[in-house]
């Protein structure tokens, strides 16, 4: 039997109850309704998570096409990333694993094949009037099937 000892000024617990192994004094127990950390951590204090959140999120100064800009800090690391890989081949590697695992590969055929994505207004431009409107023609019907899919054979 591990029971305390008279000289220590606390109270014997009740009945049968025996301290010891995952039997703490039932004293020291906490009590109904009462939280295990009565401090707990400090409202509006942060977690790691919302910290690092914060670090890659919060923009930064960066020159973009000749432009000042601020993008965030996990924009400008891969545009920097990227900028490297024309000339260093592991960070090429580095970069396309990120769009790989970012899903770039993986639009359908439908967004590849876009006429707005295919076509700059530079190339617009410099198409004759005849071409515009035979582009214009195409992109009509284009639209006409989307809306009324022929049923097959």
């Not at 601020?70 to 000339?87: C, D, H, N, S």
């Amino acid at each position: 039997m591990n029971v305390r000892s008279k000289n220590s000024g606390k109270k014997q617990p009740k009945g049968d109850y025996r301290i010891g192994y995952a039997r703490p004094p039932r004293d020291t127990q906490y009590k109904p309704g009462q939280s295990g950390n009565r401090k707990g951590r400090p409202k509006g204090s942060k977690d790691m998570h919302s910290e690092m959140r914060k670090v890659y999120l919060d923009p930064v100064p960066m020159t973009v096409k000749g432009k000042k800009r601020r993008v965030p800090t996990i924009v400008a690391i891969e545009l920097t990333q990227a900028k490297r890989g024309f000339t260093d081949g592991r960070a090429a590697q580095a970069v396309f694993k990120n769009a790989r695992e970012f899903g770039i590969f993986d639009q359908n055929e439908a967004e590849a094949s876009s006429p707005s994505h295919a076509l700059s207004d530079e190339f617009i431009e410099r198409l004759s009037d005849r071409g515009l409107d035979e582009l214009i023609r195409i992109e009509e019907e284009l639209q006409a099937e989307k809306r009324n899919p022929k049923k097959p054979h």
